[in-house]
């Protein structure tokens, strides 16, 4: 197995367990993450397939945690379209979702008075849900978004992958281990 430390403590919001340490994986391991979990639950160091923390469903697009450092936290992005579906932390306006920009762009927005539009990137702003099912957010549109009088919030909720990762979780926390025949994720492994 082939693992590089990642230098940054990346942040995620609310998550079940808050690594103390964090490996990425490396070649034929690319995609995987391990993490020292501090919980003797779990064990010692869980590998996981970029399942330790959950996806959001924002407005119908579901989209996938990444992890890599952006603003000193993991972004989420849409797999099926080449990831033109960006959730990602930003200084300014918190939590933005926005298409087309890779994660880390700054989207702006300005008021002209002269025209009586605003002006800048089509975004929308908000704060995460609560980590828990039935939670919701939402977010308001920004940028150009606000001339439309059409456009509307959209809602984020969180979304386990599914309901075995939730069940892997509890029965891991309860010392009885997961069936090694389902593909349940995140994997605890004795260390």
């Not at 969180?158 to 891991?172: G, H, K, M, T, V």
Request: hydrophobic share 35%; aromatic share 16%.
């Amino acid at each position: 197995m082939s693992f590089m430390k990642i230098p940054t403590a990346l942040k995620s919001p609310q998550m079940p367990v808050l690594p103390r340490e964090e490996w990425q994986g490396a070649g034929a391991d690319a995609g995987l993450v391990a993490f020292h979990s501090g919980n003797a639950a779990l064990g010692p160091y869980v590998i996981t397939e970029n399942r330790w923390c959950c996806s959001f469903y924002v407005g119908p697009y579901l989209l996938n945690p990444v992890y890599r450092d952006v603003n000193g936290y993991i972004y989420w992005m849409r797999p099926d379209n080449m990831g033109r579906h960006f959730l990602y932390y930003t200084e300014k306006y918190n939590w933005v979702y926005i298409r087309s920009v890779f994660p880390g762009f700054e989207p702006w927005e300005d008021y002209n008075s002269d025209t009586r539009e605003w002006e800048g990137d089509s975004f929308y702003s908000g704060s995460l849900p609560a980590i828990e099912d039935g939670a919701v957010s939402e977010f308001s549109p920004r940028g150009e978004l606000q001339n439309y009088s059409g456009t509307s919030k959209i809602e984020v909720k969180p979304f386990f992958s599914a309901l075995a990762e939730l069940d892997a979780l509890r029965r891991i926390h309860s010392g009885r281990r997961p069936d090694r025949n389902q593909d349940v994720r995140p994997a605890a492994l004795d260390g």
